[in-house]
């Protein structure tokens, strides 16, 4: 967008299912506490930029949207811009004022979902409390004891900046319905590798295409898993390739995506087979941390820096789809020393991509001058990539068309 950057973080269920996306809108501004990139509400600017690129439900695909909302300044005419399926978060301050209850009553019987924030304070539930739809609440300042207080309510609660998997499992058990926060980003650390067949013929597809085998030794491969002879073939024969002719055997298919472009596609692979990427809310997030670190290369190097930007931000979640720690997910596969040297120790130019990466993941942008100075970037480059990465969410109707270069 022309004017407003996007951040996209997902809401899950109990059994860590994709329910919804929050939607959080930025542009350059600086705000009483300093902060130069503040979360914008939805405003008729907003609803004017989005539309401008497609409209809100080219942005937020099947799934609910939560919107920031600033109900006081709602006009009836925007509401022709939102999707029906949308949620309005209302910040607690506002559930007070007696002017926003039209507005919300409004939203209400047109059929919008209402959220509205809890934070424990003198003024305790409010009017609009019972009427919403959903209750967030901060893990933080949630206590166990006020639980039965809160089930009274006919809200669904969300419980929001839940941290690790101990986090989420307390608040599932103690009956939230909702869950916000990076705990599906990190490892429990737990258990054993959780790898299945096919993934190790892909770790071992990945080794023999980095050692630059025969075309013969990859095709056998090939031959040897249906599914991912299907899937190459399929991929080829489709409207995205546009090839122009049809494309009938494995060896013609690697021929025409060449070794580097399988590389990127057999990583992918690794993520999404077997799965729904549609309702995996760490597949997207994966996705999105590669394409915004791809972005950023090429801006900052040569075409294979980004190449390796995007197999870098994929695997940097692998310890985490497969419950390995990063040396782990360098000893199985054979990288590149720049892969790995970012991957365990942020070192590097992709060391720092991926710090940038991760810094957005937790919308940390006011401390990214550290990185952007040493890659002459910018905050605004970040946001902006980070931004076109989740535009681009419609690549996981087929996550296998991810950019290749044929």
Aim: hydrophobic share 40%; net charge negative.
């Amino acid at each position: 967008m022309s004017t407003y950057y996007i951040h996209k973080e997902p809401v899950l269920d109990k059994r860590r299912s994709l329910f919804g996306n929050e939607f959080s809108f930025r542009k350059c501004a600086s705000s009483g506490n300093g902060t130069k990139w503040p979360a914008m509400s939805v405003d008729e600017d907003v609803v004017g930029a989005v539309s401008s690129e497609g409209g809100f439900e080219s942005l937020i695909g099947n799934k609910p949207a939560f919107l920031n909302l600033d109900a006081a300044a709602m006009k009836g005419d925007m509401l022709a811009f939102l999707p029906r399926d949308s949620v309005f978060q209302v910040p607690e301050r506002d559930a007070s004022n007696k002017e926003v209850l039209p507005n919300i009553a409004m939203l209400k019987k047109q059929g919008y979902r209402i959220s509205v924030d809890y934070t424990p304070s003198e003024r305790g539930i409010l009017p609009l409390h019972k009427i919403a739809d959903f209750v967030r609440i901060s893990s933080a300042s949630f206590s166990a004891s006020q639980t039965a207080f809160f089930k009274k309510l006919p809200a669904k609660l969300i419980a929001a900046s839940v941290e690790d998997g101990e986090n989420f499992d307390r608040f599932r058990d103690l009956g939230f319905d909702l869950f916000q926060g990076p705990f599906f980003m990190k490892s429990s650390g737990n258990g054993s590798p959780s790898i299945s067949s096919t993934q190790r013929v892909l770790m071992q597809l990945y080794n023999d295409l980095r050692a630059n085998q025969d075309v013969g030794v990859i095709e056998r491969i090939f031959k040897n898993e249906p599914k991912l002879a299907y899937g190459l073939l399929q991929l080829m024969n489709s409207a995205f390739f546009g090839v122009g002719r049809k494309v009938a055997s494995i060896g013609d298919a690697i021929a025409l995506l060449g070794y580097e472009n399988l590389e990127k596609w057999v990583v992918l692979l690794l993520f999404t087979v077997d799965r729904d990427a549609q309702s995996h809310p760490l597949i997207e997030k994966a996705l999105t941390r590669a394409r915004l670190m791809e972005s950023l290369a090429l801006r900052t190097g040569p075409k294979t820096l980004a190449e390796r930007a995007f197999i870098t931000g994929m695997l940097s979640f692998m310890n985490v789809f497969f419950n390995m720690k990063s040396d782990e997910v360098t000893e199985k596969l054979s990288l590149v020393q720049e892969i790995e040297d970012a991957l365990t120790r942020k070192e590097g130019v992709l060391g720092m991509l991926l710090a940038l990466a991760e810094k957005a993941d937790r919308q940390e942008y006011d401390s990214m001058e550290e990185e952007t100075g040493a890659l002459k970037l910018s905050t605004e480059d970040v946001l902006w990539a980070e931004t076109n990465a989740v535009m681009d969410w419609r690549v996981l109707d087929n996550p296998l068309k991810v950019r290749l270069s044929v």
